[in-house]
């Protein structure tokens, strides 16, 4: 028989595992599902997304639940020579599965699928119940904890108890999430049948030097296989065009292999690089005329590097991509929601889709979340996203007991297996952060010691898990994806070394709270996180802090809603430095939001910088902490929770252009009790473009000096005709020194902005404008006057006779724009996209000095 599915999806019912009152049980919409959904969706707690409600749900982490389905005869039948397995593909976490009131699986494990066999234990005639009971996994937790006195359960950001679960580590709450401790099938659970199953088609492959021939094996493994009647029929194709077909015999143990070789092979690339090519794999198992199964995969050709070499600088760290270097512009992503089952697949193709709206090529999954789900890799494969995957640690001393080994070694097994055929995975690394936990409490860790048994023994076992363990499974399942210890990671030097491996550069909002401006000089050679905080979009505050008394900055609720420690210090602190202070809702979004987007400005402009020229790459990527957000709240995410985009993202999008121009002027120490008497007298400034572009370009460059006051320039534009170099930087003015005579226009205290516009072909492709720092100096009160606004068939252009800062037009859910949070400067025009939301019948902005009734002033679309 042909293998079949049946998805296990309603019909279940769940309670509370010590409510033994006959009504206790309740329906459970569809599954997948967890319980918070469940009890939600029974009105039995209150949405805790909403307010404070957190705290009212609480108890639920400390309860078991109990999930039952019943299936009434005759649902399935086992025919003889057939097997029925029950596949659940994920229980979360301390699962007991019976069938009919027989065990037939323990599950301890979030990570792992799990197959079980039940044709003995199915009833062919009569009703089959399955039952999967979820115990407490924050008791659990507590409980694996002290049985192990043995190991230090160090633990950053949660309580130690999470150490030891197999589960979503952010479900113990991070500094931007909630504590909801979810339970119940979060992946699907179902019937297959099957005379012989296919299971882990694949290609093993290698490219040629020159990238024009692609040889290896296709293999596969089949279950329930006859070597002596049964065969399988290899079929490799791209666009309805075979390319490679073979039938095989089925070997021992039912593996299969067939040895292949494409000519001028159709690779796949990064998005902006090149096509994301892809091949069609298939597979059908055959017994005689009878087809038994068959698999179909989308699979990529890549050679991935990972390029680490002894420079002027250090060591590199950079990634390159069938012989092209590639600088890694890009975000870190955490779950996409508290509530795992509610994802969808195109909620992750809208979220990757953004990814390339805003020029980003690398996702880094956080280790405190989960091995990310299939349409996640999907879309990154269609899309041309570098994945870059985290095995399931972070910020904990990680124990080393042999259960905890088996089970890490099977979840690390199963994920392999799963991701391998997708070519926009080129990165494993072994933990988030565990490597600071050992700084920070002073774990043993000696870099000369090589000896893995050793390590075991030491107050830093986890070593062995990612020294040795993880290193060896990735080679052993997936040896073309590259393996890194942990991130942050520089062989085995401190973590914060800036000349090896990555970095996360958090003296940024953490640690020393340096100032952004002072990005340039906290690079790394790869900068894996930095972030900083803002609010989202007024629209999304109100949605999640319902009360309008709490709608305020300061509030209860507001500050309840940010998980971040000292988060009113920290963003306070930025604010007060860079800007005029106000306090109400709408003008304290903003000053938030652009705070963050000048951050994203300054850092990723400088660092791309650093990508120099082969043989200099100072700094091989950037990945902004983070892209999103598992619920509303404010956080360091770019996106809010609804998918709608804050101004760093656009300002990331400017700065990751495919063509860019930086700009940077000399910055002198302020709030140091002796400011600058003037901002504008005389200044240093740098003029550079950056390029992902694989050919020279010939480009226009003119550099402007434009009064701040009267909109006027104050000296004559610089401009020049050069060619940018390809797939890096072109340095065109350093340290240039410019002072500005006094005039009856331009007196002593008038300041100016510089500015840099870039064109190809005549098209005006980038800009960039440096402003006298810090804003807050600036008087920018009478910027309104030469604000006009053109509509026409869903865009806007926007002009000003006057330097204007941070222009954010307000975004609803469902809005579309091309750009925001932008600066505009007189001879300019900015021309917006608009798709607007269907409930948006007007469009609300402000900018740096707006007056109230500008910010509320509402066009017509």
Known sequence: MLRSRQNLRSGWSFKQHDDDDPGAWLPVETVPSQVHIDLLANKRIPDPFVGINEQSVQWVAEKSWQY???????????????????????????????????????????????????????????????????????????????????HQFFARQTEEGRI?????????????????????????????????????????????????????????RVSGASEQTDHLVFLLSRNDKVVFKQTCGVGAGGLVEAAFQIEDPCLWYPAGYGAQSRYQLSAEVWRGQTKLDSSTKLIGFRRCELVQ????????????????????????????????????????????????ESNQIMIRVWGGGIYEDNAFLDACDELGILVWQDFAFACGNYPVYTPFLESIEEEARQNLRRFRSHPSVVVWAGNNEDYQVQERYKLEYFADDKDPESWLKSTFPARYIYEFLLPKVVQEEDPSVLYHPGSPWGDGKHTTDPTVGDIHQWNIWHGLMNRYQEAEHLTGRFVSEFGMEA???????????????????????????????????????????????????????????????????????????????????????????????????????????????????????????????????????????????SLRKECEYDVWIASSRLDAAQVELRVRFISIQ????????????????????????????????????????????????????????????????????????????????????????????????????????????????????PGEKREIQIEAAPTTDHLRWTYLGAPDETSTYRPKL
């Open 710 to 825: 009267t909109g006027k320039d104050i000296r004559d534009a610089i401009a020049s005709i050069l060619y940018a170099q390809p797939n890096g930087t072109t340095e065109v003015h350093k340290k240039q020194r410019v002072t500005v005579a006094t005039s009856a226009e331009n007196t002593a205290d008038d300041p100016f902005v510089i500015h840099a516009s870039l064109a190809l072909n005549g098209e005006l492709v980038a800009t960039d404008t440096a402003w006298p720092e810090p804003l807050k100096y600036l008087d920018l009160n009478d910027r309104h006057v030469g604000l006009e606004i053109y509509q026409s068939r869903g865009k806007i252009s926007m002009s000003s006779r006057l330097p204007i800062k941070g222009l954010v037009l307000e975004e609803t859910e469902g809005m579309k724009l091309s750009d925001n949070g932008f600066d505009l400067v």
């Open 309 to 356: 070499e002894k420079d002027a600088y250090g060591k590199s760290f950079y990634f390159r991509i069938n012989g092209v270097d590639i600088f890694a512009g890009g975000s870190c992503w955490i779950p996409g929601d508290s509530f795992l089952s509610q994802m969808t697949a195109k909620r992750y193709h809208d979220w990757m889709k953004l990814m390339v």
């Open 535 to 677: 609010y989202p979009h007024l629209q999304t505050t109100r949605r999640m802090v319902t009360s309008p008394r709490e709608q305020r900055p300061g509030s209860l609720t507001m500050d309840y809603r940010n998980k971040a420690v000292d988060h009113e210090r920290r963003m306070m602190t930025y604010v007060a430095e860079n800007f005029q202070v106000r306090y109400d809702l709408p003008a304290f979004t903003h000053l938030t939001q652009i705070t963050q987007a000048e951050t994203m400005r300054y850092a990723y402009k400088a660092w791309r910088r650093m990508w120099g020229h082969p043989g200099a790459r100072k700094c091989g990527g950037v990945l902004v902490w983070q892209l999103n957000d598992c619920w509303p709240t404010m956080s360091w995410a770019v996106v809010d929770y609804y998918l709608v985009k804050k101004p760093a993202f656009y300002a990331i999008a400017r700065a990751l252009r495919p063509l860019d121009v930086g700009i940077s002027r000399s910055c002198p120490e302020w709030t140091s009790g002796h400011a600058a008497p």
């Open 164 to 220: 030891p679960v197999r589960k979503a580590q952010y479900n113990w709450g991070w500094d931007w999430g909630p504590i909801l401790m979810t339970a119940g099938p979060w992946r699907p659970v179902y019937f297959e049948q099957y005379t012989a199953r296919l299971d882990d088609v694949r290609a093993v492959y290698d490219l040629a030097a020159d990238l024009k021939s692609c040889s290896g094996r296709l293999m596969a």
């Open 68 to 150: 039952k389905l019943r299936l009434p005869a005759p649902a399935i039948h086992c025919p003889e020579n057939t097997s029925t397995d029950l596949v659940f593909e994920g229980l979360d976490t301390f699962a007991t599965v019976t069938l009919n009131g027989g065990e037939i699986l323990k599950s301890e494990n979030m990570h792992i699928s799990n197959r079980v066999n039940v044709n003995k234990t199915w009833n062919s005639d009569s009703e089959n119940v399955l039952e999967i009971l979820f115990d407490s996994a924050l008791l659990r937790g507590r409980d694996i904890v002290k049985q192990h006195g043995e």
